[in-house]
């Protein structure tokens, strides 16, 4: 196809009609050579306009010399409904219903880089089709704390193993022609005052948790964009923060595409201008917070950049950057030959979503094998709880998506167990999909639960389907959960179906943790995301047994707030007085903290069960010691020991033995989904690159490997160590 279009752009160009085309417009030239020349011809008013919105979702291009507008989308779940030029409401297309892909948490669960190259062509080829050139996505913001609205869109806890996942995703969607834009370049880890909040944080916290996702997606996943984050680091927001956009993405990795604020992130023109930022976006007319008239003049990159580069406040070279960046990120999409068609909405992206999820459900705890639930095998099944009908896509902000199905899990299970053995039971109610305000629930919540208990006292076997949603203060943009508590009422509702059935199967669909306080009683427990088109089908997978879960848990589950790192201390730590907030807990997020601190989570960071059993060999290094370039290959076996085909995840954790600065308990540092047969013994390699030991050192402010002893531990989380080698550093 690829050779094809080659051929006919060449005989295209090779007319006589074409002899004169300019070096910019000639997709057979290189890149640099084209941006040279298309910059080479624009005038200095047709350089600024590129820089910024001429509309919410587009930038202007240049309409005299033919380069095209670029048009964004978000992200990253799905392309986003069209909206309207210039207000945030929708544009009434007929033609924008998506695919919902999982929720990147749920991508994250899978703990399977094959998925988020499957993730990102799909949803890329979205895109594309719809003609977007920038794909608002993926987040790669680190769980920080179990209250942020937006963790599910994000990778989870853990930098290597978000900074593995979200390679495979950006190269996926660019394979389309159609750019990446990671986001939020750095720290909103938080909705609370996510504005202007101003985080302090250590240059080793910052380099060993929360950037290499971001410097992963760069370096190795060559993102042709990325977005600026609304917060602020020491003192300057971050769409124009110096140290993170020239220093860190810019010079030291060397980044080449475009930095997109996020939507009104923008907010002092000479910093905007300085700082780093390429193409400032907005919510606005004035790129911040009120309408004014219908020009988009008002932007910090608009007229008052125009205006500080004619008085050489500005330096034309600064400004020359920005648009070669933005020339380059046309030619790799909307200029490019190269560029594929697209799909959208077919059958093997409704598969593709299928895949994901069902990979990526974790099983968190199934006492007496309550699950799975094989067809046939119960006669009667009641399903309860809200998120069994509701629309998970609907709400939560930016990410919301106008779908063109959703199969809801009561309609999944029904497919599976037949319309005679199911029944469903709302059992809770929280109102209408929103975003931006509270709901209030008119439904009485006592008769709701008086109906579930009815239904669920002559089951065979309960399926409860509850947890969070997408309104304001729950999974949601723009603020964040209001509690560590399950909302409207399930605690009770659990306990009340509790006492009678005890064949309680809860499956909980959320992007964060929840407060638990019934987990002792209920035999089988399932982690089910947000699942997007095909939730209910890969619902109904999992729990027919269908597919065998092999998803991990990609963040830790706190038994209470309290035990979580950034809560524990206090509110200068999470979410901040409202001006400053203090990263104490430091490089100890997640597991780190738990392992560190010896508390017990309720599920620990890379936990979950299968239906199958696997028994882990012992660990052998290849060599003894190594010196600071070698790759340190581990291998073991892992046999399948149950009756079933299954998948699990090895992980790989390393230690410092004598570090001489504090060091996690231990860190992930490979791992690897193995598929085995019923019975089957395979061999698993699994790979370490020594300088990947190495800690970042305050005093020199670098990375530093110290000699020494290591310990590399094979688990199945971070909590279940199987076997350890040590091994030396020269
Ligand atoms: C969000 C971004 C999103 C943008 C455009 C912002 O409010 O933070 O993630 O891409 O809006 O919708």
Known sequence: MKKTINFLFFLLLSSPLFAQLPIYADVTKPIDARVEDALSQMTLEEKVAVCHAQSKFSTSGVPRLGIPEIWMSDGPHGVREEIEWNSWDPAGWSNDRSTAFPALTCLAASFNPAMAELYGVAVGEEARFRKKDILLGPGVNIYRTPLNGRNFEYLGE????????????IKGVQSNGVAACVKHFALNNQEDHRDNINVEVSDRALFEIYLPAFKAAVTKGGAWSIMGSYNQLRGQHCCHNDFLLNQVLKKDWGFDGVVVSDWGGAHIPMQAAMNGLDIEMGSYTNGKVSGSKFTYDDYNLAQPFLDALKKGQVPMSVLDDKVRRILRLNMRTNMSANRPFGRYGCDSHSAAARKIGSEGIVLLKNVGNLLPIVPGSAKKIAVIGENATRNLMQGGGSSELKVKYVVSPLEGLTNVYGKEAVTYSQGYSSGSPNYDRETNTKLNADSLIAAAVESAKTADVVIYVGGLNKNHFQDCEG??????????????LINALLAVNKKLVVVLMSGNAVAMPWVDQVPALVQGWYLGSETGNALADVLSGAVNPSG???????????????ASFGMISYPGDGVNQKYLEDILVGYRWFDTKKIVPQFAFGHGLSYT??????????Q???????????????????LRDGAEVVQLYASQVKPSVMRPVKELKAFQKVFLKAGETKNVDLTVAAKDLAFYDEVSKGWKLEAGKYVLSTAASSADVKGSITIEIN
């Open 158 to 169: 853990d930098p290597f193993l978000s900074a593995t996942m979200v390679v495979p995703y």
């Open 479 to 492: 603020a964040d959960r209001k509690s560590f508590d399950m909302p409207f009422g399930q605690d009770k």
């Open 552 to 566: 991990k848990l990609p963040f830790s589950f706190p038994k209470k707030l309290a035990d979580n790192a950034a």
């Open 613 to 622: 059993t696997f028994v882990y060999g012992k660990p052998a290094s290849d």
């Open 624 to 642: 003894k010691t190594y010196d600071k370039d070698a790759s340190i290959k581990v291998t073991l076996t892992l046999k399948n020991s149950g």
